[in-house]
């Protein structure tokens, strides 16, 4: 960590006086605005590159001024949207849609888009307050299911140089069986840290937070305490929000049609217990180091490589932003863990999408074409696709996505190097030894008013007993249960059906009232692993996403 602050602090003093800009903050609803304009409107005059999220405010309001040409020919749900995103990013694009002749005895909201706001020639500051009020029910437990999360957000800038954002919420939740099974055997939380627990019922503190600013005006650094997306799809299976925040230093570098990132984390390699739950203590720490470089290859077409490592130290070989990480790991003979992917995205017709990820753990061609299943043969794939305003209705979007990862992928022989964060996947919550298709539509009736059905099934093998089948992130590889014959659904086999229907209505900027309805049904081949429930939910949600958990 001593490394980390001592970095940042060599960056800050070096930055330039270029004006910075704040992240928006991963949101699943609010990127699938952004990315049907970016696949209606981008063009080779106005690249915006967004597989590598959160992407810049800065960046977005640039994209939306070009979009802002063709306001006009926009239908009105979409005129809705481009204003909702203009808004969202006022100190950007100076929109002239946020007045608020509405506001709150005018000392709130005198902007749509924000609670309070300050701005000066030095200085801007925005806060908002985050709360989510929901209750259900699920029959297969007793009582009402309800979260209860209540917290603060604030972002701004100094000097227009130095950009920070920090969020903070304590939520008390009782959730459904389900969800509470998962937290009891994975002993991990789904998109959270540190909890506590009495009974079903969970106590959990979020926080996050970070600097931005620039080096150059084609280089920008964040460094901070927060999560990071990679990809286009529902799912990541390189990088995605499904672990905690962590702590971590990001440099972006854009030149042209290129954008190279690079990513420094220090992680959480696994949790000291106590009582049932997490206890105090000093939990051991790992470190990951990640880059990626994408080019636009056309205006429609971007590609990406990628590489990643885990290691149990800061290793200082690893912070050279330039170094192809494997070569270095060799040089020093080390275990380090690496992996290896592409990703991609094609834009089709201002209408159409194909998206994909695969990532390489190991893989020896002389075995795959043996064909006996060798553990070594470890890697993940994803491939997906997208239709925007389908069969000419506007803003019905369909979506489709079939992902797969190979037993032991993500593991390794030092549980401790596994691709994970508190204990949870860094990727895809199934970890691996799975198959998943994954089905998505959305529409837009009337403008506040936003529709989303979603199916995804899933087939798996989990352990059985000590037998390490290859699903579990955590065990080392070392304990397979075969060098050979290894096929993805091996083990305990499983197949899980969740379906989900939800409704949001936006009352004013960032406050929906969300009515939800899902249905999942896990089909174990022990039959004392199967389990089926329906669960209805009304909520009352301000300035916050819908916590997902969808497995």
């Known amino acids: 960590m001593r490394f980390f602050l001592c970095l940042f602090t060599i960056l800050l003093t070096y930055s330039s006086v270029s004006a910075q800009s704040t992240f928006v903050p991963y949101n699943r609803d609010y990127y699938h605005l952004v990315d049907r304009f970016q696949i209606k409107y981008q063009d080779k005059q106005n690249l915006f590159p967004t597989t590598f999220k959160p992407v810049r405010r800065s960046d977005l309001s640039t994209f939306l001024a070009h979009v802002k040409t063709k306001y006009d020919s926009l239908s ?31 000392l709130a909201y005198n902007k749509k888009s924000d609670f309070l706001f300050y701005e000066s020639d030095n200085f801007s500051l925005r806060i908002n307050p985050v709360a989510d009020f929901l209750a259900g029910n699920d029959g297969n437990q007793d009582g009402t299911v309800y979260t209860n999360t209540r917290g603060v957000e604030a972002q701004g800038m100094i000097d227009g140089k130095i950009g920070f954002y920090t969020f903070l919420t304590t939520t008390q939740a009782r959730f459904a069986d389900y969800v509470s099974d998962r937290v009891l055997s994975a002993r991990a939380f789904p998109n959270e840290g540190f909890w506590k627990e009495d009974g079903n019922v969970h106590d959990l503190t979020h926080a996050r937070g970070y600097f931005t600013f620039n080096l150059t005006p084609s280089i920008d650094v964040q460094a901070g305490y927060d999560k990071n997306f990679i990809g286009n799809g529902l799912r990541s299976m390189v990088l995605s929000d499904f672990s905690s925040p962590y702590l971590f230093l990001k440099i972006n570098t854009r030149l042209g049609p290129f954008q190279y990132t690079n990513l420094f984390a220090e992680l959480t390699e696994d949790i000291i217990f106590g009582g049932g739950g997490p206890a105090d203590g000093d939990y051991p720490n790992k470190y990951m180091a990640f880059h990626r470089l994408g080019v636009n290859i056309t205006p429609n077409f971007e590609l990406g490589l990628y590489e990643t490592i885990i290691s149990p130290k800061a290793n200082i070989n690893y912070f050279n932003p330039i170094v192809f990480y494997r070569a270095i790991e060799q040089q020093r003979g080390s275990p380090d863990n690496i992996l290896l992917g592409m990703d991609f995205k094609w834009n089709i017709k201002n209408r159409y999408q194909i998206y994909g990820q695969f990532l390489l753990d190991e893989f020896l061609i002389e075995e795959l074409r043996s064909g006996d299943g060798s553990w070594r043969n470890k890697f993940g794939a994803q491939l997906g696709g997208k239709y925007i305003d389908a069969f000419d209705i506007a803003t019905l979007d369909l ?40 089905l998505t539509a959305r529409y837009q009736p009337i403008n506040k008013l936003y529709v989303t059905g979603k199916i995804i099934r899933s087939t798996g093998g989990d352990d059985d007993q000590n037998l390490n089948y ?35 209505y936006m009352l004013i900027h960032n406050l929906f009232i969300d009515a939800r309805f899902i249905y999942r049904n896990f089909e174990s081949d022990d039959s004392s692993r199967s389990s089926d429930g329906i669960i209805p939910m009304l909520s009352l949600r301000w300035n916050l996403p819908t916590r997902q958990h969808e497995f």
């Open 76 to 106: 009105p749900q979409d005129q809705f949207n481009f204003q909702y995103l203009y808004n969202d990013n006022w100190q950007w694009t100076k929109s002239e849609y946020n007045a608020n002749d509405k506001n709150w005895w005018n």
């Open 399 to 438: 979506q489709v996505e079939f992902n797969l990862a190979r037993p032991y992928f993500y593991a390794y022989e030092l549980p401790a190097l596994s691709y994970t964060n508190f204990r949870n996947p860094l990727a895809h919550p199934l970890g691996a030894n799975f198959r998943e298709v994954v």
């Open 470 to 504: 290859g699903g579990n992130l955590l065990r080392s590889t070392d304990t397979r249960v075969s060098d050979t014959g290894n096929s993805i659904g091996q083990g305990v086999g499983n197949t899980n059906t969740y379906i989900e229907l939800s409704g949001s």
